[in-house]
């Protein structure tokens, strides 16, 4: 739902938290998804429909990759909640 942009202010970049439109956040998702998929192991899945199966179960089930992306994004938009009055 939200991520942090870079906004250059005075000299200093912040990092301002913006809400993600519908669009984004589906690209961003799928994105997300098929990254994931390509950094599992070789060893484990031999096809890339393999990978990306086992990742969409993940994800599915609230767990992997992905969904610790997402988690990583939306954190860093709450820690930086403070440059909010940057947003325009």
Known sequence: MMEV???RI???AY???MPVKADR???LAIRWLI???QRKSNK???YFWQKLAAEIQD???NTGAAIKKKQDVYKMAEANKAFAHFRW
Do not use: M, S
């Open 44 to 46: 484990e899945y031999h």
């Open 25 to 27: 956040r589906e690209a």
């Open 5 to 7: 942009r870079p906004r």
């Open 15 to 17: 990092q301002v938290p």
């Open 59 to 61: 994800a599915f089930h």
């Open 35 to 37: 990254q994931a998929a």
């Open 10 to 12: 005075g000299g200093a």
